[in-house]
């Protein structure tokens, strides 16, 4: 089954944690995305990856930080630094025009 | 002002209902235009995808495109209560990045 597989569904972090959130494809897709979405709020973007290696800041990026070690990974750290990290984080990734989500995780601070 | 407006509702239809959602932009060089359907606590599954103006039916789904008035719309046929989700329009331009609308609550009872 082709897909985007996103860990955990949910995530309690405690103040001043880092922590991971996990992101795989197996759709060969060559960009990945990383959006937080809030209510009412729409998908804002925090980073964004075109090609193994590289990466780009989006319009949030602050308090997060990620890699693309490998095609199909691109995982996404939220660091002590960002001061309000509840929120739905949705992991997506695009061939080309479309882009396709995860199924999302929940974090919240505790 | 934003570069992608669409009126969060929520919308309240009756089953069977034709339902209309739509989204106004700003920016030009959008060429690709997607709508995503998003169920509570779930990731958005991507439902239309059209790069041209005009029409693009899908079963009950019809996506129009009118590039000139930079207007998108998505028409729901025969709407069911299971079409109960926040509709999300999103658009692409020369980059790999989507831009997202808010989204639209519908509601369809029964």
């Known amino acids: 089954d082709g897909g985007i597989t996103q860990s955990p569904k949910y995530l309690f972090r405690k103040e001043g944690q880092n922590v991971t959130l996990s992101c795989e494809q197996n759709?060969?897709?060559?960009?990945m995305y990383w959006y937080r979405q809030d209510p009412g709020q729409g998908l804002r973007l925090i980073y964004y990856s075109q090609i193994v290696n590289d990466f780009q800041k989006g319009d949030i990026a602050e308090g997060y930080s990620v890699s693309r070690e490998k095609k199909e990974s691109f995982p996404l750290t939220v660091t002590s630094a960002q001061k309000n990290p509840t929120a739905f984080y949705l992991c997506?990734?695009?061939?080309?025009?479309?882009?396709?989500f995860g199924q999302g995780t929940r974090l919240t601070v505790v | 002002q934003k570069e992608v407006e669409q009126d969060p509702g929520p919308l309240s239809v009756p089953e069977g209902a034709i339902v209309s959602l739509n989204c106004t932009y700003s920016?030009?060089?959008?060429?690709?235009f997607m709508w995503y359907r998003q169920y509570s606590r779930k990731g958005p599954e991507l439902l239309m995808y059209t790069y041209s103006s005009g029409n693009k039916e899908d079963g009950r789904f019809t996506a129009q495109v009118d590039k000139s008035s930079k207007y998108i719309s998505l028409f729901i046929r025969d709407s069911q209560p299971s079409d109960s989700a926040t509709y999300l329009c999103a658009l692409r331009g020369g980059s790999y990045i989507p831009t997202f609308g808010r989204g639209t609550s519908l509601i369809v009872h029964p």
């Open positions: 759709l060969n897709h060559d960009a």
């Open positions: 920016n030009s060089a959008f060429q690709y």
């Open positions: 997506a990734s695009s061939p080309d025009t479309e882009a396709f």
